[in-house]
């Protein structure tokens, strides 16, 4: 059995990286494996949150993850909490993870900055959870960007482990999902970083929930340079804005990035984010009017989420059953 686990964290709304970079291969892998989408919202809590904002985007994602084209009839679609198995597990596995293996995390360096002593424990002991959240499911692949590879390493590290500890062959060592090149998209306003959910101007990343209207001023506002776009890809990496709106348009459009560059060779910037525009239009418009339609119904969405939890659960009980046995817990 190959079964896929991956989740998206809602801490504010998700954008068109989320989407070209994450989102829209989920909805792939759906007609190849057997797939279990979560909203992390446990992850989400290493970070300070207004509780009625965190409510409201852990429907949000939920509707995003539906809006992009993920079917809840064939595939579990939840959020974390509603599944105790999660943070039950990450106990037992925080108990057979050496501090060290952690202490090479650099997600936690560079979130905790200079304020190490002052950071929470939930954001250094993160990746256990993430680990947990994989392997309550004895998922075999997990697709994961950049910035996630380390922490599987650090699953595949706990799993062996525990299999190590026990003597028995409890959980996978699960794979990384590489889908291809990855498209990684950048902000607007400056092309060496990445699109970003906390980025302070709205105008640095397209919403998911972004109308017509805001996607394009979004595009005509990006930044650029004022030379017309090169021929080749040599001179286009020179050139991280441009470079980055070509991406965009390659990837909208399905096409390489040498293909999108042929097409507007020579092209002035206002004529290509002309026709950049129309097509992130015509691509993100119907996602963003079906998540409204979804957020329009909190009931509904809520009464999936406990659809997909409740068979979560069914799978999670069982994973915590045969732990809690092999580890020496008593159960009712």
């Not at 026990?166 to 400056?190: C, H, N, W």
């Not at 302070?200 to 004022?226: F, Q």
């Not at 996602?287 to 979804?294: R, S, V």
Request: hydrophobic share 45%; proline share 5%; charged share 25%.
């Amino acid at each position: 059995m190959t079964r896929i686990f991956s989740g998206m964290q809602p801490t504010r709304l998700l954008h068109l990286g989320n989407y070209l970079g994450a989102l829209r291969n989920w909805v792939a892998l759906q007609d190849q494996y057997e797939c279990i989408f979560c909203v992390v919202d446990l992850h989400a809590l290493t970070l300070p949150q207004d509780a009625p904002t965190l409510t409201k985007n852990i429907r949000a994602v939920a509707a995003a993850y539906i809006a992009a084209g993920i079917d809840p009839d064939r595939n579990l679609i939840y959020n974390q909490s509603a599944v105790s198995g999660h943070s039950e597990l990450a106990w037992i596995f925080s108990c057979h993870t050496p501090m060290g293996w952690l202490n090479r995390m650099t997600q936690f360096k560079e979130k905790a900055g200079k304020q190490k002593d002052m950071a929470a424990l939930g954001l250094y002991a993160y990746p256990v959870l993430m680990a947990a959240d994989i392997l309550l499911y004895k998922a075999t692949h997990v697709p994961v960007g950049e910035d996630q590879k380390q922490h599987l390493e650090l699953a595949r590290d706990i799993a062996g482990a525990f299999n190590r500890f026990y003597e028995k062959d409890v959980f996978p060592l699960p794979e990384p999902q590489i889908l291809g090149e990855a498209t990684r998209v950048m902000s607007l306003r400056d092309g060496t970083k990445k699109m970003s959910k906390s980025d302070e101007s709205d105008y640095s990343r397209i919403n998911l929930t972004d109308d017509a209207d805001a996607i394009a001023l979004k595009i005509r506002k990006a930044k650029t340079d004022p030379e017309p776009l090169p021929a080749t890809l040599e001179e286009l990496a020179k050139r991280a804005e441009a470079d980055n709106l070509v991406t965009i348009y390659a990837a909208l459009e399905n096409i390489s990035k040498q293909d999108a560059l042929s097409r507007h060779a020579g092209a002035t910037f206002s004529a290509f984010k002309a026709d950049l525009c129309d097509l992130a239009v015509a691509k993100l418009s119907p996602i963003t009017t079906k998540m409204n339609e979804l957020l329009a119904d909190p009931a509904e969405l809520d009464r999936i989420l406990r659809k997909g939890a409740d068979k979560a659960n069914e799978i999670a009980a069982r994973t915590m059953a045969e732990v809690k046995d092999i580890v020496g817990l008593l159960r009712p």
